[in-house]
């Protein structure tokens, strides 16, 4: 049974699987067979991409994870002892069916009080950054995840789980093509990373210029609105001028990057696309940006606002309201709700717990706790309605 009964549908916008060895291997082409490897390397498993060793996932297998919101206390309250990350994580788990099958994962969604989900994969944030030299190979690879995905997971499992197939940017047509062969097998959203889109002839450019808006434009025409969740967003290169490393380690922070990156790619790709007016050129597009956290909101507008009023002429509307339109914001639990849902109105604040990953909640509806002092249709709207309504399930939902 859920900690506790909710008396209206919760739709928790943050899930993830954990992916097997073959999600990026089962269905490459054979031109692309040796993109994508897993090694032993002192007895432990190592992904291997064109070549290079990835440590950006200590354990790519999966076979053995942290325990869902093992780090919540530490998200909550910090780390006054100064424990070590192997610490904070505590004692690993052996991967449950539920964290790799979705019949096994609707039984614990029910357990855990939670009637949807938006699904996404974990292991796949590597791949974009990894191969950005070679646009047709990162197509190739994409499509060979989704095709596992829709076989292992479907994208609309019964109605309650939502898996979200990603769709590269670098050459507009394959994206063109890749969604409408996502929508074709029930897509109800995609996921695009938040970061510059990689070019043909290196080098990258902004997915706000009007070269992408065949792709927003063909999401909007589909009714599904594109998620853009926490990942590799190519920042670790910005930082390695000042830290020098190799590739990014989340889970192997230090206290320089974790300050220096703090939400920088998320809000440098909404300054994207506002700035360069795909929100504009677009005006019904939607946005869910999941696992970014709310924090960045407040300063991201002024900034905003700021540079309209200096430079208007630059700006085919205000950008704040063009924002307020079209993203809608998934708070860290330790946001400050009355401030954001204030700021964007509760009809743009979702709910997302992160289960069942480390820095997640343990318990996802405890969320609603945070919401203390909003009022109860506003609570309704973040744990679930806003959701229902953009995925089209048919819910009451008060106004």
């Known amino acids: 049974m859920p900690s506790r009964e909710l008396a209206f549908p919760v739709f928790d916008a943050d899930n993830h699987f954990y992916e097997p060895r073959e999600a990026l ?7 692309a067979k040796n993109a994508i490897d897993y090694v032993e390397v002192r007895g432990r498993t190592k992904i291997v991409v064109r070549g290079v060793i990835s440590d950006y996932i200590p354990n790519p297998t999966f076979d053995v994870v942290a325990r869902p919101g093992a780090q919540e206390d530490y998200y909550r309250h910090g780390n006054p002892e100064g424990k070590s990350f192997r610490e904070v994580m505590g004692e690993p788990m052996k991967a449950i069916p539920a964290f790799r099958e979705p019949k096994a ?27 950005k030299d070679d646009p047709e190979l990162t197509h190739d690879v994409v499509h060979a995840l989704n095709e596992w995905m829709y076989e292992q997971w479907t994208f609309d499992y ?60 063909a999401c909007v ?15 670790a290169e910005l930082l390695n001028t000042w830290e020098p490393a190799k590739e990014f380690l989340p889970f192997r922070p230090t206290s320089f990057r974790m300050a220096a990156m703090g939400h920088r790619p998320i809000v440098d790709a909404m300054m994207a696309l506002n700035c360069h007016g795909a929100l504009t050129r677009n005006p019904d597009v ?45 708070p860290f639990w330790e946001d400050n709700f009355l401030d954001i849902v204030e700021l964007m109105g509760a009809d743009r604040v979702v709910f997302g717990s992160d289960w069942p990953h480390p820095e997640g909640l343990q318990d996802p509806i405890s969320y609603v706790d945070d919401l203390a002092g909003l009022p109860q249709a506003d609570v309704e709207r973040i744990m679930g309605g806003n959701m229902c309504e953009l995925f089209k399930i048919n819910v009451p939902v008060n106004a």
Not at 310 to 325: C, I, N, S, Y
Request: glycine share 6%; with cysteine.
């Open 25 to 31: 291997t089962k269905f490459l082409p054979d031109h």
């Open 105 to 131: 994962r609707l039984e614990v969604m029910d357990d855990l009080g939670l009637n949807y989900s938006l699904m996404f994969p974990t292991l796949a944030s590597l791949v974009e950054e990894r191969m």
């Open 158 to 217: 019964e109605g309650r789980i939502f898996s979200t197939p990603v769709i590269t940017l670098p050459i507009v047509d394959r994206a063109l093509e890749e969604l409408q062969w996502c929508l074709e097998r029930g897509a109800k959203t995609v996921l695009v990373r938040p970061a510059p889109v990689p070019s043909l002839n290196g080098g990258s450019r902004s997915f706000g210029f009007e070269e992408f808006d065949p792709f927003w434009q």
């Open 221 to 235: 025409e589909a009714g599904i609105p594109v998620s853009m969740h926490a990942s590799d967003s190519g920042y």
């Open 286 to 330: 939607r946005i869910l940006s999941i696992e970014n956290g709310a924090a960045w909101v407040p300063g991201m507008l002024s900034d905003l606002s700021s540079v309209y009023k200096k430079m208007p002429q630059e700006f085919l509307e205000d950008p704040v309201a063009a924002f307020k339109r079209c993203v809608y914001i998934s």
